[in-house]
């Protein structure tokens, strides 16, 4: 505990100003407030910073009793003193109290002790609490940045199952709270969490007995040097020597903690230590302290080489060169050299220095030592710049080091990266992965997961009743992958997972080909159907002239041939892939031929009925009926269908498209209807002309039942099977019509020429209509 305060005639502070007490902590804890007779005389020789005032100091050293600290503290408020065994009396002038360097201390004493304080290694995240500690301050950074960079040190290396033990007070309570919370936004999972003071034996055996049961490989020890020390006492006795380990900055560059049994436990340890600082001209200072202490042969001040001239030269200097490296590497004496400068900047302000400060009695009240040390910034003579946050701390500023073994088998701890709040989040953390060693002294990363990563093409499913790093690894269901992430994905629309489900690849596209055994089925039949109306064209050509063939209106059957030819050619449209116009026509076309058909037959069968009418004495029915009217006639039905087609294809188009509802795995190509309405309308015209023609021709049975029957198939047929049931359609009533149609009168004239004869006919009909 350091007590300072001002006073306007020198004073010059030396070593006997530092209360002697036998330490009962490790050796070298006090040491780092060596710094403040350096700095006392620094400032004091100043004529920039508090010119003609001086300041003075006593330290105590409080032997890591909390009793002790208070003791002292309060010497130093009311002025009552023991110090080289003497008493002194009075009130005490003190401004401020840099320490204490524990926690747990230091909230006790910001809670019941008046002059601020400002500690160099008190780093509980409670402290930042202003509302409860509005006059602390420190100068080094609270532990929300160090916990919160645990957890990204642990997110970087991919750990996602570490155990987690702490001190059971305020620094480590508070500290692994923070870790344990943003080891939850990573994704990280705590095996354990276990805690336990300093003299809790029975506690520390369990917490021993909890790390050497889990399966984390990776141990964050947010812990003070004291448990440290006991923790790895218990982990050497148990021989646990397999776990990588994480520290913090109150024991990762402890050289106490080196001995050949704990480097077995922590050799690679990982963990945040605060910069240490060179201060120009601390060294000389130390050497010149030690010698006047270890070797009182010369009183002179200056270079130490000058000792030489009143020493007798069988000095040990073995024992100034472990000292001054003890001293030296207290990376804690940094922040009591930028306390007592932050102090005396405040001060300055305060007095409003330029070339003097002030009046020679000045009282300077508490609070406005406080205000000022909130607007105090300024820039070391090592280059760091020094400011107090709205919490009354110092930027984040660590180094990550690595416990590594040099070949002569010292102890060295490594930099091996850094953290710093002060740059930008994305720069924050940088880490030089290739310079570290890791446990047991081995060059790969080690891993500590729960569960191993799901390979591609599963994802991860959480074990019942576990974290949730803890889960099996289960196949993507059809139509998701996996491959980097570790949950699965849905395909994009047109795409579907492969086998092994860790790639999406293009959906197979169906359509009636002509290339498949069922397109040249189809093709084959319909140019069958074309070869044989063609044929029957040809007969009829040659015997048009005969009875048979004029007696069933010659010009309506060569009209009711070619109408059956584009009723074969036109189920074509519908193999292939589908295009704009493939879709446009294929119903169209189908539309306009069978209406010109089923014309032809309606007309075809209206001569006949009209032919009986004739025979009746004075009708004239012939003549309403005849040739030309006839041709009319069906002109005039297939108009009508062609007027239905063009407000079909003009309103709305069949179009192409992908439809993607009855298979998942595969695209179907078709053609929608468009409009359903002008589709109804095509097909209901042809069904009326149909039913108009039923009960005179057998074709038209058979071309009603073939479409009554279509309608089901069609519905109920997937994919490019419904195209194929009205390719069937078309070409069955197509053969209908020239089967029942045509085929008897062939009969008659290839196989029954003799009935093809005028007087046969006329028989014929007078014996029954035909």
């Not at 002038?93 to 909230?107: K, L, N, Q, Y």
Request: with cysteine.
């Amino acid at each position: 505990t350091l007590g300072v305060y001002t006073q306007t005639t020198l004073v010059v502070p030396t070593i006997d100003h530092i209360t002697k007490i036998k330490s009962i902590i490790p050796k070298g804890m006090h040491e780092k407030f060596k710094y403040i007779p350096c700095n006392g005389k620094e400032i004091n020789r100043s004529d920039s910073l508090l010119p003609n005032v001086s300041i003075g100091y006593r330290i105590y050293d409080s032997c890591g009793s909390r009793l002790s600290s208070m003791s002292a503290t309060m010497a130093l408020m009311n002025g009552h003193d023991i110090a080289a065994e003497e008493r002194c009396d009075g009130q005490s002038p003190i401004h401020a109290i840099i320490g204490e360097t524990e926690s747990s201390t230091t909230v006790i004493l910001s809670r019941t002790t008046g002059p601020f304080k400002i500690s160099p290694s008190a780093t509980c995240e409670c402290l930042s609490n202003r509302k409860h500690y509005t006059s602390f301050f420190r100068t080094i950074a609270s532990d929300y940045h160090q916990s919160r960079a645990l957890a990204q040190i642990v997110k970087h290396f991919g750990w996602s199952w570490v155990g987690a033990v702490n001190s059971d007070n305020d620094y480590g309570n508070n500290g692994m709270t923070i870790f344990l919370t943003a080891a939850q936004e990573e994704k990280i999972c705590v095996e354990y969490s276990v805690k336990f003071y300093r003299t809790e034996t029975e506690k520390l055996k369990k917490v021993v007995d909890t790390i050497k049961k889990g399966t984390a490989k990776v141990i964050v020890a947010f812990l003070s040097h004291f448990e440290m020390g006991n923790l790895l006492d218990e982990l050497s006795i148990e021989n646990i020597t397999d776990l990588q380990v994480i520290g913090v900055e109150a024991w990762i560059t402890a050289k106490s903690l080196i001995t050949p049994s704990s480097f077995r436990v922590l050799g690679g340890a990982l963990g945040f230590a605060v910069r240490k600082i060179n201060i120009e001209g601390f060294a000389d200072y130390i050497i010149n302290e030690f010698w006047d202490t270890a070797f009182p042969c010369s009183q002179m001040e200056g270079n130490y080489s000058q000792f030489s001239l009143n020493c007798n030269g069988f000095q040990d200097l073995f024992a100034l060169k472990k000292y001054k490296e003890d001293v030296l590497e207290q990376s804690y004496s940094s922040n009591v050299y930028k306390a007592v400068y932050a102090l005396a900047h405040s001060l300055h302000i305060i007095l409003n220095c330029k070339e003097k400060c002030g009046s020679e009695n000045v009282t300077v009240p508490l609070h406005k030592v406080v205000e000022a040390l909130k607007r105090v910034n300024f820039t070391t003579k090592m280059g760091d710049h020094v400011w107090f946050d709205s919490t009354g701390a110092v930027v984040a500023q660590y180094e990550v080091v690595n416990w590594q073994q040099d070949s002569d088998g010292s102890v060295k701890f490594k930099p091996v990266g850094y953290y710093d709040a002060s740059l930008p989040p994305d720069q924050r953390f940088v880490l030089n992965t290739d310079n570290i060693i890791w446990a047991r002294g081995q060059l790969e990363k080690p891993t500590s997961v729960c569960s191993e990563s799901c390979p591609p093409g599963t994802r991860k499913a959480t074990q019942k009743g576990r974290p949730v790093c803890c889960y099996d690894c289960i196949p993507c269901a059809e139509g998701e992958i996996s491959n980097k992430t570790v949950n699965c994905k849905q395909c994009p629309e047109e795409y579907w997972s492969n086998a092994e489900r860790n790639n999406c690849v293009f959906k197979v596209i169906e359509f009636l080909s002509f290339t498949e055994i069922m397109g040249i089925v189809l093709v084959f039949f319909s140019l069958f159907g074309v070869g044989l109306t063609v044929l029957v064209a040809i007969l009829f050509y040659n015997k048009k002239d005969t009875p048979i063939v004029k007696a069933n209106n010659s010009e309506l059957s060569f009209l009711l041939l070619f109408s059956l030819t584009l009723c074969f050619l036109c189920s074509l449209t519908f193999i292939g892939q589908p295009t704009e116009w493939s879709c446009m026509l294929r119903h169209t076309v189908f539309g306009i031929t069978f209406v010109l058909c089923i014309s032809c037959v309606l007309g075809k069968t209206v001569v006949v009925l009209m032919a009986f009418k004739a025979t009746l004495p004075g009708s004239n029915v012939m003549k309403c009926f005849g040739p030309k009217q006839q041709r009319l006639s069906v002109l005039a039905f297939t108009l009508i269908q062609v007027l239905i087609c063009v407000l079909w294809l003009t309103l709305s188009p069949p179009l192409p498209y992908k439809n993607i509802k009855y298979f998942h795995e595969k695209i179907i190509l078709e053609c929608t209807l468009g409009s359903t309405i002008a589709f109804s309308a095509v097909m209901g015209y042809i069904g009326l002309l149909a039913i108009l023609s039923k009960f005179i021709t057998f074709s038209m049975l058979i071309f009603c039942a073939v479409w009554i029957t279509f309608i089901p198939a069609y519905i109920s047929s997937p994919g490019k099977f419904t195209v194929a049931v009205e390719i069937f359609a078309i070409l069955a009533s197509s053969f209908g019509l020239l089967f029942c149609i045509f085929a008897p009168k062939c009969y008659i004239i290839l196989c029954k020429p003799d009935q093809n004869a005028k007087q046969h006919m006329m028989g014929k009909f007078q014996s029954k209509p035909y």
